[in-house]
DNA sequence: TCAATGTATATGATTTTTCATATAAATTGG
DNA sequence: CCAATTTATATGAAAAATCATATACATTGA
């Protein structure tokens, strides 16, 4: 068969590779019980306490409602906790309680462990390019997160019905 | 802010490169109009007529059953045909129309021109590397693209309800 | 100060996607 | 040849995700 146009399309050449090995992991998280979206929650607020929703939404690349769903899913299994801004009483930070930091811990050494079966495909001079080649195209994206001033007035803790 | 874990994580930042892009095309794509799951199926049908079902659901990364239900209503808007097989009769493969393809051919110019913008913020090392290295880790996925052995006997077009 | 505008999050309806399984055909081993 | 098994696609119910919009608060400028 000729090369086709997707094969060296690089939208396709990033979509594939981003499936085959995130969907590799999730089933490695699905064994524990852990969904996809919960991982990708936990492991931003784990590195990055207290976010804003909308903030976690554009790290975690789903939609803000999604998140603001989310959240309160984990809310209610006391995986994270919800705070009103005093800054700001629209914004809400979300902070990883204890047993989300149980949780994930854990789920960050075996996603480390695959991440390096991932790279082992590769020479490593194509591991380093690789990574530093992303970061060059995510440049522009990754540059206004927003956190809580800390502020931690236990007062400020959100109710949810 | 401290480097964070996610940040110089493969899976996340390829996850991130390839949100980010195809969001940006996919953009472009329904401002005409089009969604992303037909412009998926089309461009892969156009690079690779005849595909079966199965192989095709791979190519697009999409579930099997999803892709049933999107080839069905491309079916009806008479962008592909539908054909069993005739050596094994529960193959389905899949044939982009005439229609079909005056739709999709410049949206593939279109592709071309982002993907071009894509690039541009790499030097054209970088872009070599990037490219030859995702082939590197596709290697393995794409093998087996099945598609019907050229039978074109008119009687074989599958009926749909 | 206050109306107008803008921004952050929440909510409910709708659409999309997945999951489990059905159906139909092919293959395999006796 | 036939039962058992496997494979390809379809289907319907269930779950997840999106969309449009509401609500509540903040900001701006007259």
Redesign the interface.
Known sequence: ?PE????????F??????????EE?YQQLRAKGVSPAKWRIL??L???PGMYLTSLAK?V?YEQSRVTKLVDQLVAEKLVEKQTSHQDRRRVSIHITEAGTKLVAPL?EQ?KA??AS??A??SPS?QK???S??????SR??KD?Q?AELEFDESTKKKQG
């Open positions: 068969m086709k146009f997707i094969d060296n399309y690089l939208l050449q990033l979509a594939l590779a981003s499936h085959t090995f995130s992991f492991i931003n784990f590195d990055c790290y690349l960050i996603a695959h991440e991932v790279l495909k590769l194509d390019n690789l990574k080649i992303l970061k060059t195209l995510a994206h990754i997160t956190v």
